[in-house]
């Protein structure tokens, strides 16, 4: 029997090694631990020295030929943490920020896309949703001085999403409670700040995230700007994980919104 021991190591390495590329990607956002933060679009409390950027051709995994570079969209985001909540800042560059049509699908305006696991144990080579697997999509209007948020919680890819329904789809609604944001029009874009109570993303059947330093979690995110809203327009979307050649990209390509081993990650520090 002994002798059969190593073909089977063998064969497990190798396995291990054929299958470790879809298992989160390397993009590592490390998120301190916050104190007293204000929400008010100000990120002077920030250390903003740890973010995360979306602001390369590699990036984009949808209508490429849209891109005009880093002033027509690129972002950088930044995050901090708590027991209770999720914080999350942001520098996006946009030549035609806030573009917003009520009515329309939020993920054919200029949005944001979070992705993240609410589960630390979750398997990172899972190439399928599960309950607690969240695709956040952000979105807001300015009106006068005021902005309103809104944001669409999208769980039709989820096989058993444990009674958390996907809710949102139709725009013009904010589904968390205790949603905090401010933005603030800086040249060339806007900065936007928010506070994400992770009650939200919990139920009688899915436990709450509870972070703590040292943890780290599936994490991702993507950016998508539309400059002129027309019915039928896809926005052009870049992610951070992304990093692809080639001038053909489809979503579908680079499946972030069904498949989590695509993600990076992120790391709770103190
Ligand atoms: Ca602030
Ligand atoms: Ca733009
Ligand atoms: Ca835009």
Same mark, same amino acid.
């Given at each position: 029997m002994k002798k059969l021991i190593f073909p089977l190591v063998t064969a497990a390495m190798v396995v291990g090694s054929a299958t470790s590329v879809f298992a989160y990607s390397e993009k590592n956002l490390e998120a301190p631990k916050a104190a007293d933060v204000t929400i008010d679009g100000d990120l002077s409390e920030w250390d903003t020295s740890k973010s995360l950027v979306i602001n390369s051709e590699n990036q984009i995994i949808d209508q490429i030929e849209h891109w005009d570079g880093e002033a027509d969209c690129s972002m950088e985001l930044s995050a901090m943490w708590d027991e209770e909540n999720l914080y999350i800042a942001m520098k996006i560059s946009d030549d035609t920020p806030l573009v917003y049509r009520e009515g329309f699908p939020l993920d054919e305006l200029d949005a944001i896309i979070l992705f993240l696991s609410t589960n630390p144990d979750a398997d990172p080579e899972r190439t399928e949703y599960e309950a607690t697997d969240w695709r956040l999509v952000q979105s807001a209007d300015m009106y006068k001085d005021d902005f309103d948020f809104f944001n669409y919680i999208d769980r039709d890819m989820i096989a058993d999403n444990q009674g958390w329904e996907t809710q949102g789809e139709y725009g013009d609604e904010m589904v968390f409670d205790d949603y905090e944001a401010a933005i603030a029009q800086v040249e060339g874009g806007i900065v936007w700040e928010s506070k994400i109570p992770l009650h939200n993303l919990s139920n009688d059947a899915i436990q709450q995230l509870v972070p703590e !330093?040292?943890? +780290?979690?599936? =994490?991702? =995110?993507?950016?998508?700007?539309?400059?002129?809203?027309?019915?039928?327009?896809?926005?052009?979307?870049?992610?951070?994980? !992304?990093?692809?050649?080639?001038?053909?990209? +489809?979503p579908e390509a680079y499946a972030v919104d069904t498949n989590p081993s695509l993600w990076g990650t992120l790391t709770f520090v103190e």
């Amino acid at each position: 029997m002994k002798k059969l021991i190593f073909p089977l190591v063998t064969a497990a390495m190798v396995v291990g090694s054929a299958t470790s590329v879809f298992a989160y990607s390397e993009k590592n956002l490390e998120a301190p631990k916050a104190a007293d933060v204000t929400i008010d679009g100000d990120l002077s409390e920030w250390d903003t020295s740890k973010s995360l950027v979306i602001n390369s051709e590699n990036q984009i995994i949808d209508q490429i030929e849209h891109w005009d570079g880093e002033a027509d969209c690129s972002m950088e985001l930044s995050a901090m943490w708590d027991e209770e909540n999720l914080y999350i800042a942001m520098k996006i560059s946009d030549d035609t920020p806030l573009v917003y049509r009520e009515g329309f699908p939020l993920d054919e305006l200029d949005a944001i896309i979070l992705f993240l696991s609410t589960n630390p144990d979750a398997d990172p080579e899972r190439t399928e949703y599960e309950a607690t697997d969240w695709r956040l999509v952000q979105s807001a209007d300015m009106y006068k001085d005021d902005f309103d948020f809104f944001n669409y919680i999208d769980r039709d890819m989820i096989a058993d999403n444990q009674g958390w329904e996907t809710q949102g789809e139709y725009g013009d609604e904010m589904v968390f409670d205790d949603y905090e944001a401010a933005i603030a029009q800086v040249e060339g874009g806007i900065v936007w700040e928010s506070k994400i109570p992770l009650h939200n993303l919990s139920n009688d059947a899915i436990q709450q995230l509870v972070p703590e !330093a040292g943890k +780290t979690i599936g =994490f991702d =995110f993507s950016v998508l700007d539309v400059d002129l809203p027309c019915p039928g327009i896809h926005s052009l979307r870049m992610q951070s994980s !992304a990093n692809l050649d080639g001038k053909d990209r +489809t979503p579908e390509a680079y499946a972030v919104d069904t498949n989590p081993s695509l993600w990076g990650t992120l790391t709770f520090v103190e």
